[in-house]
């Protein structure tokens, strides 16, 4: 059984900073990809930030510049450092996980959420 645990949202400022980290766990053949996903209140899920085992990254144009997404392979963890945070990030941020199978097949796994709450 694989999980997602998400840990180190909150509750900040406009302009100050939060860091959000992702661990998988369980049995687990190999990682394809993790991202981060947000969903604010009576809004779609989005996508807000991706990178693939290898590094390579894909970020939403309204955090570019803003946020970094990093992967630590070893421990299965993906981190998301949000500077310069604005009211309008404030949503629940879901992490994601592009998984492999020892018998290839790709399947995906979410997070429960944390909340990331950015005041004015």
């Known amino acids: 059984q694989v999980q997602l645990v998400e840990s180190g949202g909150g509750l900040v400022q406009a302009g100050g900073s939060l860091r959000l980290s992702c661990a998988a766990s369980g049995s687990i053949f190999g990682i394809n990809a993790m991202g981060w996903y947000r969903q604010a209140p009576g809004k779609q899920r989005e996508a807000v930030a991706s990178t693939t085992s290898g590094g390579r990254t894909n970020y939403a144009d309204s955090v570019k510049g803003r946020f970094t997404i990093s992967i630590d392979n070893g421990k299965k963890t993906v981190y998301l450092q949000m500077n310069s945070l604005k009211p309008e990030d404030t949503a629940v941020y879901y992490c994601?996980?592009?998984?492999?199978?020892?018998?290839?097949?790709?399947?995906?796994?979410w997070g429960q959420g944390t909340q990331v709450t950015v005041s004015s």
């Open positions: 994601n996980a592009d998984l492999r199978s020892k018998y290839s097949v790709n399947y995906s796994r």
